[in-house]
C-alpha cells in the first residue's frame, strides 16, 4: 500500500533544506558517512528479525512502517511506555493539560539533537505533525487515530513548548503520542521517505540494503547517552527456522520472536542462550470480512463453534506461546473479561445443526455446504510470523470438518496489509498490540464505522466507541470497553487465535537485552555487548 508517488509530491510541497544542522549529520541513507568508519568499529550487533513493509521506516505509508522506525532505534517519541503500559515522559520533559482534557501544553527536554545534527525544537516538533496532517491520507497508518486532523498545534521555541488543542477531549493524549505513527523525524531534511527517516534515536541508517536484505545502521554521533554497539547490522529473516539456524551459527547475535516452541525450549536449556519473555498485550485475530459471504451472521456463529481453540493454542506447535480466549482484549488486562458471556463456545455438532436449519447445506454431496447456491470457499489471507499460518492451517481444517471450505492464501507481511487494506479477503490473520496507547481506544477502533478495515458495521457499537473517546473518567471507560467486547462477542465479529507473549533470544555475545510488553522498542540503549 505504500504510495510513492505521494511521498515524491511531498518532497515538493514541504521546504527541504539540503544542508545538514551539524557535524555527523545525514540528509539521505548512505549520510552518515561522516560518521566512524568501518574499520575503527569495534563492536558491531548482528540482529535477526522479520521484515514488516518491505523494510520501509516511513511512518505514513503503513502502520508496520512506523514500528520499525522505532524498533531500528531510529525515532523516539514524545513519550513511550514501561513494562507496566504507563506512560513516561521520553522526548518531552513535563506536561499540563487543562480541565477539559482539550488543551495540552508539553515542555521538551533540553539538548535533544537528530542524528543530522539538527537540534529537537517545538518548529520542528510541530513541523512533523503537520506533515502527517499533510501525508497521513496517502497511506494507510491512519495517523488521525491517534491525534485528530483537527488539532491545533503551536510551537514556542523561546519556551521549548509544543501546545496541541483539540477539537474533542483526550482522555490520554500523550499514550496516544507514544504510538510509533507519532514519533517525531526531522521532515525537513528526509529526501527518502521510505528508507531515509531522520530521528533522535540511539541508532541512525548508514545504508538500506535492500529489501528482504535488511539495514546498515550507526550509532548515532547526536545521541545524549552512550551508545554501546558502533554498528548494528539488521538482517531480514523470513521465519522462525531462518531465526533459529542464524542464532545457532553464530550469522547473528540477537533475535526477535522464534515461534518454535521445539527451539525455544532448546535455547532455554542452553546455557550458551538467553531467552527474554514478556507477558503480552497482544491479541492473535482474524478479521472477518462483511463485505462478502461472511456478512451471514450465522455462518459466522457456526464458523466460530466448529473451532477448539483450546485445543490449538495447547497443540505441540504452539505449546503455550498464546493464551487461549474469546474476547478481542486479553484476559489479563483489566477490562471484564471474567465477566463477558461467549455463546459461541466449541460444539461442531450443534455448528453444524445451525447451518442445517439456516438452509446452508452440502446438495450436491462434494463436502463443501452452499449458500445462495455457491460453494463456500473463504479465503483465508495470512503471513508466517507469531504462529499466524499455524493457526490459519488449524482453522482450515476444523473448518472443513463442519462442510466450510477454506483456502490458504498466505505470502509476507506486506501482502497480507494490502489484502487487508483493499479487502481482498475473508479471513486475514494478524497479531496486534491491543494497548498500543496504553489505552484500548485506538484497538477498538478497528470496529468502528469510521475506521473499520472489515466493514463491520454497529450503531450500538458506533455509540459507545464515540462515547468512549470523550469519556475521561477511568471505571467509565472500562465499563465502555467491557460493553463493547460483549456486542463483537455477540456478533461474531471476530475470530480470535489467543493472546501471544512475545520474546527475544541471544547468545553469549551479548550481556543484556530485553523484550519490552510494548513491543515497540527493539533497538535500544539496553541492548549491550559482553565484554
Given at each position: 500500500?505504500?504510495?510513492?508517488?505521494?511521498?515524491?509530491?511531498?518532497?515538493?510541497?514541504?521546504?527541504?533544506?539540503?544542508?545538514?544542522?551539524?557535524?555527523?549529520?545525514?540528509?539521505?541513507?548512505?549520510?552518515?558517512?561522516?560518521?566512524?568508519?568501518?574499520?575503527?568499529r569495534?563492536?558491531?550487533?548482528?540482529?535477526?528479525?522479520?521484515?514488516?513493509?518491505?523494510?520501509?521506516v516511513?511512518?505514513?505509508?503503513?502502520?508496520?512502517?512506523?514500528?520499525?522506525?522505532?524498533?531500528y532505534?531510529?525515532?523516539?517519541g514524545?513519550?513511550?511506555?514501561?513494562?507496566?503500559?504507563?506512560?513516561?515522559?521520553?522526548?518531552?520533559?513535563?506536561?499540563?493539560?487543562?480541565?477539559?482534557?482539550?488543551?495540552?501544553?508539553?515542555?521538551?527536554?533540553?539538548?535533544?539533537?537528530?542524528?543530522?545534527?539538527?537540534?529537537?525544537?517545538?518548529?520542528?516538533?510541530?513541523a512533523?505533525?503537520?506533515?502527517?496532517?499533510?501525508?497521513?491520507?496517502?497511506?494507510?497508518?491512519?495517523?488521525?487515530?491517534?491525534?485528530?486532523?483537527?488539532?491545533?498545534?503551536?510551537?514556542?521555541?523561546?519556551?521549548?513548548?509544543?501546545?496541541?488543542?483539540?477539537?474533542?477531549?483526550y482522555?490520554?493524549?500523550?499514550?496516544?503520542?507514544?504510538?510509533?505513527?507519532?514519533?517525531?523525524?526531522?521532515v525537513e531534511?528526509?529526501?527518502?521517505f521510505?528508507?531515509?527517516?531522520?530521528g533522535?534515536?540511539?541508532?541512525?541508517?548508514q545504508?538500506?540494503?535492500?529489501?528482504?536484505?535488511?539495514y546498515?545502521?550507526?550509532?548515532?554521533?547526536?545521541?545524549?547517552?552512550?551508545?554501546?554497539?558502533?554498528?548494528?547490522?539488521?538482517?531480514?529473516?523470513?521465519?522462525?527456522?531462518?531465526?533459529?539456524?542464524?542464532?545457532?551459527?553464530?550469522?547473528?547475535?540477537?533475535?526477535?520472536?522464534?515461534?518454535?516452541?521445539?527451539?525455544?525450549?532448546?535455547?532455554?536449556?542452553?546455557e550458551?542462550?538467553?531467552?527474554d519473555?514478556?507477558?503480552?498485550?497482544?491479541?492473535?485475530?482474524?478479521?472477518?470480512?462483511?463485505?462478502?459471504?461472511?456478512?451471514?451472521?450465522?455462518?459466522?456463529?457456526?464458523?466460530?463453534?466448529?473451532?477448539?481453540?483450546?485445543?490449538?493454542?495447547?497443540?505441540?506447535?504452539?505449546?503455550?506461546?498464546?493464551?487461549?480466549?474469546?474476547?478481542?482484549?486479553?484476559?489479563?488486562?483489566?477490562?471484564?473479561?471474567?465477566?463477558?458471556?461467549?455463546?459461541?463456545?466449541?460444539?461442531?455438532?450443534?455448528?453444524?445443526e445451525?447451518?442445517?436449519?439456516?438452509g446452508?447445506?452440502?446438495?450436491?454431496?462434494?463436502?463443501?455446504?452452499?449458500l445462495?447456491?455457491?460453494?463456500?470457499?473463504?479465503?483465508?489471507?495470512?503471513?508466517?510470523n507469531?504462529?499466524?499460518?499455524?493457526?490459519?492451517?488449524?482453522?482450515?481444517?476444523?473448518?472443513?470438518?463442519?462442510?466450510?471450505?477454506?483456502?490458504?492464501d498466505?505470502?509476507?507481511?506486506?501482502?497480507?496489509?494490502?489484502?487487508?487494506?483493499?479487502?481482498?479477503?475473508?479471513?486475514?490473520?494478524?497479531?496486534?498490540?491491543?494497548?498500543?496507547?496504553?489505552?484500548?481506544?485506538?484497538?477498538?477502533a478497528?470496529?468502528?464505522?469510521?475506521?473499520?478495515?472489515?466493514?463491520?458495521?454497529?450503531?450500538?457499537?458506533?455509540?459507545?466507541?464515540?462515547?468512549?473517546?470523550?469519556?475521561?473518567?477511568?471505571?467509565?471507560?472500562?465499563?465502555?470497553?467491557?460493553?463493547?467486547?460483549?456486542?463483537?462477542?455477540?456478533?461474531?465479529?471476530?475470530?480470535?487465535?489467543?493472546?501471544?507473549?512475545?520474546?527475544?533470544?541471544?547468545?553469549?555475545?551479548?550481556?543484556?537485552?530485553?523484550?519490552?510488553?510494548?513491543?515497540?522498542?527493539?533497538?535500544?540503549?539496553?541492548?549491550?555487548?559482553?565484554?
Open positions: 500500500m505504500k504510495k510513492r508517488a505521494a511521498f515524491l509530491l511531498a518532497a515538493g510541497l514541504m521546504v527541504i533544506s539540503l544542508t545538514a544542522c551539524g557535524s555527523g549529520s545525514s540528509t539521505s541513507t548512505e549520510g552518515a558517512s561522516t560518521a566512524k568508519t568501518l574499520d575503527s569495534e563492536k558491531v550487533l548482528n540482529f535477526g528479525c522479520q521484515m514488516y513493509d518491505d523494510g520501509s516511513s511512518t505514513v505509508s503503513g502502520e508496520s512502517s512506523g514500528w520499525n522506525c522505532m524498533r532505534g531510529i525515532s523516539e514524545l513519550f513511550k511506555f514501561n513494562d507496566a503500559m504507563e506512560v513516561e515522559p521520553w522526548l518531552a520533559e513535563s506536561y499540563t493539560v487543562n480541565e477539559a482534557h482539550t488543551e495540552w501544553v508539553i515542555k521538551l527536554k533540553e539538548g535533544i539533537v537528530f542524528s543530522d545534527g539538527c537540534p529537537l525544537t517545538a518548529t520542528k516538533v510541530k512533523y505533525f503537520e506533515y502527517l496532517k499533510e501525508m497521513g491520507p496517502s497511506g494507510s497508518a491512519k495517523p488521525e487515530k491517534y491525534l485528530e486532523y483537527e488539532a491545533v498545534v503551536t510551537a514556542d521555541d523561546e519556551a521549548n513548548t509544543v501546545t496541541i488543542v483539540t477539537s474533542k477531549p482522555a490520554n493524549l500523550p499514550g496516544q503520542l507514544a504510538h510509533p505513527t507519532m514519533a517525531i523525524l526531522d531534511h528526509i529526501t527518502d521510505d528508507n531515509g527517516a531522520i533522535t534515536g540511539p541508532y541512525m541508517i545504508e538500506f540494503i535492500g529489501v528482504g536484505v535488511g546498515d545502521m550507526v550509532k548515532n554521533p547526536n545521541y545524549r547517552e552512550n551508545v554501546p554497539y558502533d554498528e548494528v547490522k539488521i538482517l531480514f529473516m523470513g521465519d522462525a527456522s531462518a531465526k533459529t539456524m542464524a542464532l545457532q551459527s553464530g550469522q547473528v547475535d540477537l533475535v526477535e520472536n522464534i515461534t518454535n516452541v521445539t527451539d525455544i525450549q532448546k535455547f532455554q536449556e542452553d550458551n542462550f538467553t531467552v519473555i514478556a507477558s503480552g498485550v497482544r491479541c492473535g485475530f482474524s478479521w472477518m470480512n462483511f463485505n462478502g459471504v461472511l456478512a451471514n451472521k450465522t455462518l459466522r456463529q457456526a464458523i466460530l463453534m466448529g473451532i477448539d481453540y483450546e485445543e490449538i493454542c495447547n497443540s505441540k506447535t504452539i505449546g503455550g506461546l498464546y493464551t487461549p480466549g474469546f474476547s478481542v482484549l486479553p484476559k489479563t488486562l483489566n477490562y471484564g473479561y471474567d465477566k463477558l458471556e461467549n455463546p459461541y463456545s466449541y460444539d461442531p455438532e450443534k455448528a453444524k445451525l447451518l442445517d436449519d439456516a446452508i447445506v452440502d446438495t450436491d454431496g462434494d463436502g463443501i455446504r452452499e445462495d447456491g455457491e460453494n463456500i470457499n473463504l479465503r483465508y489471507v495470512s503471513y508466517e507469531r504462529l499466524l499460518n499455524d493457526f490459519s492451517d488449524a482453522h482450515i481444517q476444523y473448518l472443513t470438518e463442519i462442510g466450510i471450505g477454506c483456502t490458504a498466505y505470502g509476507s507481511s506486506d501482502d497480507q496489509w494490502s489484502k487487508l487494506a483493499a479487502g481482498e479477503y475473508d479471513f486475514n490473520n494478524n497479531n496486534w498490540i491491543t494497548v498500543g496507547t496504553g489505552d484500548p481506544l485506538a484497538f477498538m478497528n470496529w468502528a464505522t469510521e475506521s473499520t478495515y472489515c466493514s463491520y458495521s454497529n450503531p450500538e457499537y458506533d455509540a459507545l466507541y464515540d462515547e468512549l473517546k470523550g469519556e475521561m473518567d477511568p471505571d467509565k471507560r472500562e465499563e465502555l470497553v467491557f460493553q463493547m467486547q460483549q456486542i463483537l462477542i455477540d456478533d461474531a465479529a471476530v475470530l480470535i487465535d489467543g493472546y501471544y507473549n512475545s520474546s527475544m533470544i541471544y547468545s553469549k555475545n551479548v550481556a543484556t537485552a530485553h523484550i519490552h510488553t510494548a513491543d515497540y522498542y527493539w533497538l535500544s540503549t539496553e541492548i549491550i555487548p559482553a565484554e
